[in-house]
Protein backbone atom coordinates (compact mmCIF):
# COMPACT_ATOMS: atom_id res chain seq x y z
CA UNK A 1 0.00 0.00 0.00
CA UNK A 2 1.23 3.18 -1.28
CA UNK A 3 2.36 5.60 2.35
CA UNK A 4 -0.64 8.24 1.66
CA UNK A 5 2.36 10.93 3.08
CA UNK A 6 3.99 10.33 -0.24
CA UNK A 7 1.01 10.86 -2.89
CA UNK A 8 1.18 14.44 -1.09
CA UNK A 9 2.53 17.04 -3.73
CA UNK A 10 5.23 19.54 -2.46
CA UNK A 11 5.56 23.08 -3.05
CA UNK A 12 8.95 24.54 -3.75
CA UNK A 13 9.44 25.79 -0.31
CA UNK A 14 8.68 22.54 1.25
CA UNK A 15 12.26 21.75 2.54
CA UNK A 16 12.24 25.23 4.06
CA UNK A 17 9.32 24.60 6.04
CA UNK A 18 10.72 21.70 7.36
CA UNK A 19 14.09 23.26 8.04
CA UNK A 20 12.09 26.38 9.44
CA UNK A 21 10.15 23.26 11.85
CA UNK A 22 6.94 24.10 10.65
CA UNK A 23 4.25 21.50 11.62
CA UNK A 24 2.85 19.44 8.26
CA UNK A 25 -0.07 18.87 7.47
CA UNK A 26 -2.51 17.51 4.21
CA UNK A 27 -4.44 20.72 2.42
CA UNK A 28 -5.89 20.28 -1.31
CA UNK A 29 -3.57 17.64 -1.76
CA UNK A 30 -0.10 19.78 -1.02
CA UNK A 31 1.77 19.24 2.31
CA UNK A 32 1.90 22.30 4.02
CA UNK A 33 2.88 24.00 6.79
CA UNK A 34 0.09 24.97 9.31
CA UNK A 35 2.27 26.17 12.12
CA UNK A 36 5.86 27.11 13.13
CA UNK A 37 7.40 27.29 16.21
CA UNK A 38 5.79 30.48 17.12
CA UNK A 39 2.40 29.04 17.29
CA UNK A 40 -0.93 30.05 15.40
CA UNK A 41 -1.57 33.03 17.62
CA UNK A 42 2.21 34.39 17.58
CA UNK A 43 1.77 33.90 13.78
CA UNK A 44 -1.05 35.71 13.70
CA UNK A 45 -0.60 38.95 15.55
CA UNK A 46 3.03 39.19 14.38
CA UNK A 47 1.55 39.70 11.07
CA UNK A 48 -0.48 42.14 12.05
CA UNK A 49 1.90 44.22 13.67
CA UNK A 50 4.46 43.24 11.14
CA UNK A 51 4.52 41.19 8.35
CA UNK A 52 3.87 37.54 7.48
CA UNK A 53 5.58 35.53 4.64
CA UNK A 54 3.05 32.85 3.63
CA UNK A 55 3.53 29.64 0.98
CA UNK A 56 0.49 29.92 -1.32
CA UNK A 57 2.10 27.90 -4.21
CA UNK A 58 -0.64 25.47 -3.85
CA UNK A 59 -2.77 27.63 -5.76
CA UNK A 60 -3.05 27.64 -9.24
CA UNK A 61 -1.28 29.78 -11.54
CA UNK A 62 -2.65 30.58 -15.51
CA UNK A 63 -2.59 32.69 -18.33
CA UNK A 64 -4.85 33.31 -20.72
CA UNK A 65 -3.73 34.48 -24.49
CA UNK A 66 -5.95 35.66 -27.87
CA UNK A 67 -7.31 38.24 -29.05
CA UNK A 68 -10.73 37.49 -27.32
CA UNK A 69 -9.58 36.76 -23.72
CA UNK A 70 -11.94 39.26 -22.42
CA UNK A 71 -14.94 38.56 -23.71
CA UNK A 72 -14.46 34.84 -23.22
CA UNK A 73 -13.83 34.71 -19.51
CA UNK A 74 -16.70 37.26 -19.07
CA UNK A 75 -18.79 34.53 -20.27
CA UNK A 76 -17.80 32.76 -17.02
CA UNK A 77 -17.74 35.55 -14.08
CA UNK A 78 -19.87 38.18 -13.48
CA UNK A 79 -16.88 40.96 -13.04
CA UNK A 80 -16.76 43.42 -15.67
CA UNK A 81 -12.93 42.43 -16.94
CA UNK A 82 -13.40 44.70 -20.07
CA UNK A 83 -12.76 47.94 -18.03
CA UNK A 84 -9.40 46.43 -16.14
CA UNK A 85 -6.80 48.41 -17.51
CA UNK A 86 -3.07 47.03 -17.75
CA UNK A 87 -1.80 46.58 -14.47
CA UNK A 88 -4.88 46.47 -12.83
CA UNK A 89 -6.01 43.08 -10.78
CA UNK A 90 -10.10 42.53 -9.54
CA UNK A 91 -11.81 39.69 -7.40
CA UNK A 92 -14.00 37.67 -9.30
CA UNK A 93 -15.85 34.10 -8.76
CA UNK A 94 -16.27 31.44 -11.68
CA UNK A 95 -20.65 31.08 -11.59
CA UNK A 96 -22.41 28.16 -13.10
CA UNK A 97 -25.60 27.86 -14.87
CA UNK A 98 -27.29 27.79 -11.40
CA UNK A 99 -26.05 30.96 -10.26
CA UNK A 100 -23.74 29.14 -7.66
CA UNK A 101 -20.17 29.72 -7.54
CA UNK A 102 -17.76 27.10 -8.73
CA UNK A 103 -14.28 29.13 -7.41
CA UNK A 104 -12.95 32.43 -6.52
CA UNK A 105 -10.47 34.16 -8.18
CA UNK A 106 -8.06 37.10 -8.82
CA UNK A 107 -7.84 38.34 -12.13
CA UNK A 108 -5.14 40.63 -13.72
CA UNK A 109 -4.87 42.47 -17.17
CA UNK A 110 -0.96 41.68 -17.46
CA UNK A 111 -1.30 43.57 -20.95
CA UNK A 112 -0.58 40.70 -23.37
CA UNK A 113 -2.85 38.28 -21.47
CA UNK A 114 -5.09 37.59 -18.12
CA UNK A 115 -3.03 36.33 -15.31
CA UNK A 116 -5.80 34.51 -13.31
CA UNK A 117 -4.73 33.03 -9.64
CA UNK A 118 -7.41 30.19 -8.80
CA UNK A 119 -8.17 27.88 -5.57
CA UNK A 120 -5.59 24.63 -4.95
CA UNK A 121 -8.60 23.18 -4.43
CA UNK A 122 -10.93 23.78 -7.49
CA UNK A 123 -7.63 24.19 -10.09
CA UNK A 124 -7.97 21.13 -11.65
CA UNK A 125 -12.08 21.50 -12.88
CA UNK A 126 -11.28 25.40 -13.18
CA UNK A 127 -8.92 24.26 -15.93
CA UNK A 128 -11.52 21.83 -17.50
CA UNK A 129 -14.15 24.34 -16.92
CA UNK A 130 -12.23 26.82 -18.93
CA UNK A 131 -10.87 24.61 -21.54
CA UNK A 132 -14.98 23.81 -22.07
CA UNK A 133 -16.12 27.02 -22.63
CA UNK A 134 -13.35 29.66 -23.91
CA UNK A 135 -13.75 30.17 -27.80
CA UNK A 136 -12.12 32.02 -30.39
CA UNK A 137 -8.73 31.43 -30.22
CA UNK A 138 -8.12 31.64 -26.62
CA UNK A 139 -5.51 29.40 -25.06
CA UNK A 140 -4.76 28.36 -21.66
CA UNK A 141 -1.72 28.32 -20.26
CA UNK A 142 -1.04 26.63 -16.61
CA UNK A 143 1.72 28.44 -15.23
CA UNK A 144 3.73 25.30 -12.95
CA UNK A 145 6.89 26.66 -13.05
CA UNK A 146 6.45 29.32 -10.62
CA UNK A 147 5.59 29.37 -6.75
CA UNK A 148 3.55 31.66 -5.25
CA UNK A 149 4.09 33.62 -1.72
CA UNK A 150 2.64 36.13 0.10
CA UNK A 151 3.81 38.94 1.94
CA UNK A 152 1.50 40.70 4.32
CA UNK A 153 1.24 43.40 7.66
CA UNK A 154 2.20 46.40 7.95
CA UNK A 155 5.79 46.22 7.47
CA UNK A 156 5.54 44.31 4.39
CA UNK A 157 5.85 47.29 1.85
CA UNK A 158 8.75 48.90 3.82
CA UNK A 159 10.76 45.11 3.59
CA UNK A 160 9.81 44.63 -0.02
CA UNK A 161 11.22 48.07 -0.59
CA UNK A 162 14.89 47.27 0.13
CA UNK A 163 15.02 44.68 -2.41
CA UNK A 164 12.37 46.23 -5.12
CA UNK A 165 11.91 50.16 -4.43
CA UNK A 166 8.94 50.31 -7.03
CA UNK A 167 6.59 47.87 -5.15
CA UNK A 168 5.97 51.43 -2.69
CA UNK A 169 4.58 52.82 -5.21
CA UNK A 170 2.32 50.32 -6.51
CA UNK A 171 -1.55 50.44 -5.35
CA UNK A 172 -4.04 47.74 -4.15
CA UNK A 173 -4.82 45.38 -7.08
CA UNK A 174 -2.29 46.54 -9.06
CA UNK A 175 -0.14 44.56 -10.79
CA UNK A 176 3.86 44.91 -12.28
CA UNK A 177 6.72 42.64 -13.45
CA UNK A 178 9.35 43.54 -11.50
CA UNK A 179 12.64 41.84 -10.45
CA UNK A 180 13.08 41.55 -6.63
CA UNK A 181 16.53 40.87 -5.38
CA UNK A 182 17.11 39.95 -9.23
CA UNK A 183 14.67 37.91 -9.50
CA UNK A 184 12.56 37.89 -12.37
CA UNK A 185 8.46 38.17 -10.36
CA UNK A 186 5.32 38.58 -11.26
CA UNK A 187 3.99 41.01 -8.26
CA UNK A 188 -0.08 42.16 -7.18
CA UNK A 189 -0.27 44.62 -4.11
CA UNK A 190 -3.41 42.27 -2.54
CA UNK A 191 -3.41 39.34 -0.48
CA UNK A 192 -5.95 37.95 2.26
CA UNK A 193 -5.55 38.47 5.02
CA UNK A 194 -7.12 42.45 5.67
CA UNK A 195 -3.84 43.74 5.31
CA UNK A 196 -1.54 45.79 3.09
CA UNK A 197 0.76 43.68 1.27
CA UNK A 198 1.82 41.82 -2.21
CA UNK A 199 1.46 38.17 -3.57
CA UNK A 200 4.79 37.15 -5.50
CA UNK A 201 5.00 34.80 -8.02
CA UNK A 202 8.26 33.65 -8.60
CA UNK A 203 9.79 31.17 -10.46
CA UNK A 204 10.55 28.00 -8.54
CA UNK A 205 13.78 27.93 -8.76
CA UNK A 206 14.47 31.03 -7.47
CA UNK A 207 11.20 30.51 -4.69
CA UNK A 208 13.94 29.23 -1.78
CA UNK A 209 16.44 32.54 -2.36
CA UNK A 210 13.75 34.80 -2.76
CA UNK A 211 11.98 33.27 0.82
CA UNK A 212 14.83 33.41 2.70
CA UNK A 213 16.13 36.47 1.88
CA UNK A 214 12.75 38.24 3.20
CA UNK A 215 12.81 35.98 5.94
CA UNK A 216 16.35 37.48 7.30
CA UNK A 217 14.74 40.85 7.55
CA UNK A 218 13.45 41.48 11.10
CA UNK A 219 10.14 42.17 10.52
CA UNK A 220 9.31 39.02 8.33
CA UNK A 221 8.30 35.70 10.09
CA UNK A 222 7.19 32.61 8.25
CA UNK A 223 3.24 32.12 8.95
CA UNK A 224 1.42 28.76 8.10
CA UNK A 225 -2.19 28.00 7.14
CA UNK A 226 -3.50 28.01 11.04
CA UNK A 227 -2.86 32.20 10.95
CA UNK A 228 -3.83 32.74 7.16
CA UNK A 229 -7.29 31.31 7.96
CA UNK A 230 -8.00 33.46 11.36
CA UNK A 231 -6.39 36.41 9.39
CA UNK A 232 -8.79 36.33 6.51
CA UNK A 233 -11.93 35.54 9.65
CA UNK A 234 -11.20 38.61 10.85
CA UNK A 235 -11.21 40.67 7.66
CA UNK A 236 -14.64 38.83 6.62
CA UNK A 237 -12.82 37.34 3.42
CA UNK A 238 -15.02 33.96 2.49
CA UNK A 239 -13.13 30.49 2.01
CA UNK A 240 -14.01 28.69 -0.70
CA UNK A 241 -15.64 25.79 0.14
CA UNK A 242 -16.95 27.15 3.50
CA UNK A 243 -18.40 30.35 3.53
CA UNK A 244 -19.16 29.85 -0.71
CA UNK A 245 -19.72 27.05 -2.88
CA UNK A 246 -21.92 25.21 -5.26
CA UNK A 247 -24.86 25.43 -2.78
CA UNK A 248 -24.53 29.37 -2.82
CA UNK A 249 -24.94 32.37 -4.98
CA UNK A 250 -22.60 35.85 -5.12
CA UNK A 251 -25.90 37.83 -3.76
CA UNK A 252 -26.53 35.48 -0.74
CA UNK A 253 -22.85 35.20 -0.17
CA UNK A 254 -22.68 39.28 0.10
CA UNK A 255 -20.72 39.82 -2.86
CA UNK A 256 -23.09 41.96 -4.94
CA UNK A 257 -20.33 43.98 -5.47
CA UNK A 258 -17.98 41.64 -7.54
CA UNK A 259 -21.14 42.30 -10.17
CA UNK A 260 -20.52 45.66 -12.04
CA UNK A 261 -23.03 48.13 -13.13
CA UNK A 262 -22.69 46.77 -17.41
CA UNK A 263 -22.90 42.90 -16.19
CA UNK A 264 -25.76 43.85 -14.12
CA UNK A 265 -27.69 45.74 -17.35
CA UNK A 266 -26.11 43.29 -19.77
CA UNK A 267 -25.85 39.50 -17.91
CA UNK A 268 -24.19 37.02 -20.47
CA UNK A 269 -22.54 35.11 -17.76
CA UNK A 270 -23.48 31.98 -16.58
CA UNK A 271 -26.30 31.63 -13.93
CA UNK A 272 -27.10 35.42 -14.48
CA UNK A 273 -30.89 35.20 -14.48
CA UNK A 274 -30.65 33.74 -11.19
CA UNK A 275 -28.29 35.80 -10.30
CA UNK A 276 -29.88 39.47 -11.51
CA UNK A 277 -33.50 38.53 -10.16
CA UNK A 278 -31.91 37.66 -6.43
CA UNK A 279 -30.27 41.45 -7.20
CA UNK A 280 -33.47 42.81 -8.21
CA UNK A 281 -36.03 40.90 -5.83
CA UNK A 282 -33.72 40.04 -3.16
CA UNK A 283 -32.88 36.49 -2.13
CA UNK A 284 -33.78 34.43 1.27
CA UNK A 285 -30.65 34.64 3.05
CA UNK A 286 -27.07 36.12 3.58
CA UNK A 287 -23.74 35.56 4.62
CA UNK A 288 -23.45 37.49 7.61
CA UNK A 289 -20.64 38.49 10.51
CA UNK A 290 -21.44 36.69 14.10
CA UNK A 291 -20.33 37.58 17.36
CA UNK A 292 -21.15 34.58 20.13
CA UNK A 293 -21.05 35.85 23.48
CA UNK A 294 -18.30 34.41 25.96
CA UNK A 295 -15.62 33.17 24.98
CA UNK A 296 -16.61 29.48 23.40
CA UNK A 297 -16.12 29.78 19.76
CA UNK A 298 -18.34 28.45 17.26
CA UNK A 299 -17.29 25.98 14.20
CA UNK A 300 -18.11 25.41 10.72
CA UNK A 301 -21.61 23.33 10.74
CA UNK A 302 -23.21 24.97 14.23
CA UNK A 303 -27.03 25.52 13.64
CA UNK A 304 -28.43 28.80 14.37
CA UNK A 305 -31.70 29.35 15.99
CA UNK A 306 -33.44 32.76 16.13
CA UNK A 307 -35.89 33.55 19.49
CA UNK A 308 -38.13 30.67 19.52
CA UNK A 309 -35.39 27.98 18.92
CA UNK A 310 -36.02 27.49 15.14
CA UNK A 311 -33.09 27.15 12.86
CA UNK A 312 -32.47 29.88 10.68
CA UNK A 313 -29.25 28.82 9.44
CA UNK A 314 -25.48 27.66 9.69
CA UNK A 315 -21.96 28.52 10.92
CA UNK A 316 -19.97 28.54 7.57
CA UNK A 317 -16.34 29.69 9.55
CA UNK A 318 -16.14 30.42 13.03
CA UNK A 319 -12.69 29.71 15.70
CA UNK A 320 -10.57 32.78 17.87
CA UNK A 321 -9.67 35.35 16.67
CA UNK A 322 -6.67 36.92 18.18
CA UNK A 323 -7.16 40.56 17.39
CA UNK A 324 -10.46 40.69 18.79
CA UNK A 325 -9.41 38.58 21.54
CA UNK A 326 -12.54 36.36 21.28
CA UNK A 327 -14.51 34.29 19.23
CA UNK A 328 -16.14 35.55 15.36
CA UNK A 329 -17.77 33.60 13.34
CA UNK A 330 -19.40 33.82 9.76
CA UNK A 331 -22.82 32.11 8.23
CA UNK A 332 -25.48 31.99 6.53
CA UNK A 333 -29.08 32.99 8.13
CA UNK A 334 -32.69 33.43 6.84
CA UNK A 335 -33.12 37.20 5.51
CA UNK A 336 -35.27 38.52 7.85
CA UNK A 337 -32.42 37.79 10.40
CA UNK A 338 -29.82 39.34 8.43
CA UNK A 339 -29.52 42.65 10.15
CA UNK A 340 -26.78 43.86 12.66
CA UNK A 341 -27.60 43.77 15.76
CA UNK A 342 -30.39 40.78 15.50
CA UNK A 343 -29.85 38.43 18.45
CA UNK A 344 -29.23 34.86 17.92
CA UNK A 345 -28.40 31.41 19.36
CA UNK A 346 -25.58 28.92 18.53
CA UNK A 347 -26.09 25.62 19.47
CA UNK A 348 -22.72 24.45 20.64
CA UNK A 349 -22.62 21.18 22.26
CA UNK A 350 -25.99 20.89 22.33
CA UNK A 351 -26.28 24.13 24.74
CA UNK A 352 -27.96 27.38 23.02
CA UNK A 353 -25.48 30.07 23.70
CA UNK A 354 -25.89 33.48 22.86
CA UNK A 355 -24.56 35.50 19.63
CA UNK A 356 -25.24 38.94 18.02
CA UNK A 357 -25.16 39.26 14.14
CA UNK A 358 -22.62 41.96 13.38
CA UNK A 359 -20.96 44.22 10.33
CA UNK A 360 -17.87 42.83 8.40
CA UNK A 361 -15.33 42.77 8.88
CA UNK A 362 -14.30 42.28 12.30
CA UNK A 363 -10.88 43.51 12.13
CA UNK A 364 -10.80 46.87 9.82
CA UNK A 365 -8.81 46.20 6.34
CA UNK A 366 -5.89 48.25 5.99
CA UNK A 367 -4.93 47.84 2.20
CA UNK A 368 -3.05 50.44 0.66
CA UNK A 369 -4.71 52.84 -2.04
CA UNK A 370 -2.44 55.48 -2.39
Known amino acids: MADHQTELLKTALYDLHVELGAKMVPFAGYDMPVQYPLGVKGEHLHTRAKAGLFDVSHMGQVRLTGEHRVAELEKLVPGDIAILKPGRTRYSAFTNDDGTILDDLMITNAGDSL ?23 VELIEIDDRALMALQGPDAAKVLARFAPSVADMKF ?19 YTGEDGYEISVPNDRADELARKLLAEEEVEAIGLGARDSLRLEAGLCLYGNDIDTTTTPVEGDLNWIINKRRREEGGFKGADIILDQLANGADRKRVGIKPEGKAPAREHTAILNSDGEEIGEITSGGFGPTVDGPIAMGYVAIEFAAPGTKVDLMVRGKARPAEIVELPFVAHRYYRG
Open 115 to 137: FLVINAACKDDDIVHMRANLDNG
Open 173 to 191: MSFAEIDIAGIACFVTRSG
